[in-house]
T-cell receptor, first 112, second 114 residues
Framework: GENVEQHPSTLSVQEGDSAVIKCTYS??????FPWYKQELGKRPQLIID?????GEKKDQRIAVTLNKTAKHFSLHITETQPEDSAVYFC???????????FGTGTRLTIIP | DTGVSQDPRHKITKRGQNVTFRCDPI?????LYWYRQTLGQGPEFLTY????????KSRLLSDRFSAERPKGSFSTLEIQRTEQGDSAMYLC????????????FGSGTRLTVV
């Protein structure tokens, strides 16, 4: 089955700096890669996703890049703000296999 | 219908008791998923339904666990003879089109087995 590894497990950055979280996956057939943000005590919320037919996707301060050859994808947050502090999870799945396999999460702390 | 609803939010039960959780997905979503999340970990897949059909079950779902979605709308997850290792957050999610839409998660049911 699919295995998703996520690094780093914790990340602290100064407010205004950029943050990068990286994930690798094992199933070369995976073609859908969402990222979720989970604030303390709250539900995971989808913040951005990418499909394997594109290499990069941006939404305001958030971007995701995908390298299919290397089987890794990354989340980039620019101009970080205190409200970006949360746990971020990457995930992967492939069409025809309904389940998402999640990474172990990255706790991002923005230092004011 | 503003999102995925789960009930109860918290459940404390004694070891050996049975518990049942309910999930109401977004009404037009035909796919419903159950995940389990323990502290410091990502959600782990348990099972999913397309309409009323249960199409996949994880090996994590022992014979003490059963899930139903009788009319293709709400779903229930029952755990029989609970064990302390069952303590976790049980998350329900729904989606409309796999691989094209992300999941919408509910707020979860936090189970504590004492």
């Amino acid at each position: 089955g699919e295995n998703v590894e996520q690094h780093p497990s914790t990340l602290s950055v100064q407010e205004g700096d950029s943050a990068v979280i990286k994930c690798t996956y094992s199933d070369s057939a995976s073609n859908y890669f969402p990222w979720y943000k989970q604030e303390l005590g709250k539900r995971p919320q989808l913040i951005i996703d990418i499909r394997s037919n594109v290499g990069e996707k941006k939404d305001q301060r958030i971007a995701v890049t995908l390298n299919k050859t290397a089987k890794h994808f990354s989340l980039h947050i620019t101009e970080t703000q205190p409200e970006d502090s949360a746990v971020y999870f990457c995930a992967a799945s492939r069409y025809g296999n309904e389940k998402l396999t999640f990474g172990t999460g990255t706790r991002l702390t923005i230092i004011p | 219908d503003t999102g995925v609803s789960q009930d109860p939010r918290h459940k404390i039960t004694k070891r050996g008791q049975n518990v049942t959780f309910r999930c109401d997905p977004i009404s037009e979503h035909n796919r419903l998923y159950w995940y389990r999340q323990t502290l410091g970990q990502g959600p782990e897949f348990l099972t999913y339904f397309q309409n009323e059909a249960q199409l996949e079950k994880s090996r994590l779902l022992s014979d003490r666990f059963s899930a139903e979605r009788p009319k293709g709308s709400f779903s229930t997850l029952e755990i029989q003879r609970t064990e302390q290792g069952d303590s976790a957050m049980y998350l329900c999610a729904s989606s409309l089109r796999q691989g094209l839409d992300g999941y919408t998660f509910g707020s979860g049911t936090r189970l504590t087995v004492v």
